[in-house]
């Protein structure tokens, strides 16, 4: 890869600026702290560094160079550091602009990767004041099935950055550098750095314990609209359908299609189309020939989103289910489905249950399954959604009330091209003798049901191919 040079380069660039950062740093005082007070005094490379009157670190990257970074190196590395296993770092992005920042963490002069550092990556956005969290050794959350970790025990969740899986290794009880390095060459950016601190937080079973409620949310932070009980869930009802019907009727702009009256017209036809205009825009055209955006919605389902909990039951606070729940709601699958998520085989098999299911059980009662499609799609269309987007519920194409997408696999076949990504099926070969009667047949058969009926948009075949 080409950057690698550059990077491996970077560690050995010759520092000259050095200011001291050994203030207090904001949101200190977290339980599990160790030794907040050691200095760390910093060096930049293509960057201006400023000390401010509270003893933050301001760091003004120049955007005339590559890499341009920022290194704080800890005076001195006290014996209760060994205990430590996360390093945090109060960091504040006040540019408009986000910054693509790589984070490296050293237990030498030289912060050799990757037996003596480890290292991060993480976007900061905008306007952002945060903590981050970088543990020590890695902590990988697709262990437990999910994509990112939650934050450790003893760490708070509200503003805090989790950086739970490093690459490489590194001593705790010997810390001796923190790279702050804006990725590539992005233009100016500015970052307020407060003073780094080693801190004794658990990164392990006991953070995932209860971190999912009843209604399969997020325990350990609050945001408006969270559900506390099954009546908030029936209220809000009512208020959806009164905002659902309002705002569909303030549609009069389009035509029953999603169509835009106001654009240029072209000739109707039996289907979507597409088709260019005078002025040489193209546009998707619907059956009564007027210009059409698609702006749509992936995956509208019902049964789609099932957690499957076997293994880990302890990550959730109640998995009771009424006793006469309908079977999409809690069940058991004997084979893998959907593949693997995040190549961890056994969080895709055995017990599963499906909260969106269980919430609609509880918010419509148990005739959801013929409420559904006439909600989601009143829904969708309030929203300004104009498209049932792919991978969804067949059941809602014939109500006609959005147009609608349908996928099309052209499945296995003998013949394969390694992707290299264990994660993703490989790719069928185009050029195999088994591509084209396969393709034919995949495509025939779904087409059958949906050729003839003009809310039909189109076909997506295949999906985040691995081309690699």
Known sequence: MRFRPSILALWALSLSVSLSVDGAAPGAGRTGDIDPSIPWPAQGFACDLQTLRDGRLEVQFHGDADWPNAVLRAAQTPAS????????????????????????????????????????????????????????????????????????VGASAQGTISLADPTGRVDPSHLTSL???????????????????????????????GLIDRFGQYTRGTWPGKVRSDADLREVRVSE???????????????????????????????????????????FVTPLGNPFFSLGVDTVSRADPRTFFEGRE?????????????????????????????????????????????NLLRKFGAKFPEIWPDAVLGRLSAW?????????????????????????????????????????????????????????????????????????????????????
């Open 81 to 152: 550091w060994a205990d430590a296993t996360t390093l945090v770092v109060p960091l504040e992005n006040p540019g408009d602009a986000g910054v693509d920042l790589f984070l490296r963490v050293g237990d030498d002069a030289q912060a050799s990767w990757p037996d003596h550092a480890i290292a991060q990556r993480r976007y900061i956005g905008p306007h952002t004041a945060t903590t981050l969290l970088i543990a020590l050794s890695a902590h990988p959350g697709r262990q437990m099935g999910m994509q990112s970790p939650p934050p450790p």
């Open 179 to 209: 790279y702050l390095v804006v990725w590539g060459r992005t233009g100016p950016r500015r970052l307020i750095v407060g003073t780094p601190r080693p801190a004794e937080f658990d990164w392990g079973q006991a953070a995932y314990t």
């Open 241 to 283: 359908a009164e905002f659902d019907a309002e705002s569909r009727s303030q549609r009069g702009q389009f035509d029953r299609f999603g169509g835009w009256l106001g654009g240029p017209h072209f000739a109707p036809g039996r289907g979507f189309r597409v088709e260019r205009s005078e002025h040489g825009t193209w546009w």
């Open 314 to 358: 302890f990550m959730f606070e109640e998995l009771q289910v009424p006793p006469d729940a309908p079977p999409e709601v809690l069940g058991v699958a004997q084979s893998t489905e959907g593949g693997v998520p995040y190549g961890v085989p056994r969080f895709n098999t055995g017990r599963w249950i499906n909260f969106y299911a269980l």
């Open 384 to 468: 300004g959604f104009n498209t049932i987007g792919n991978w969804s519920d067949s059941a809602l194409f014939k109500h006609h009330i959005l147009p609608y997408t349908v996928p099309i696999s052209l499945g296995a076949g003998p013949t394969r091209i390694p992707g290299g990504n264990p994660e993703i099926a490989d790719i069928a070969d185009p050029f195999g003798a088994d591509f084209a009667p396969r393709a034919k047949e995949a495509i025939v058969n779904v087409t059958r049901a949906y050729r003839d009926d003009p809310w039909l948009i189109g076909y997506f075949v295949d999906n985040e191919l691995p081309w690699g």
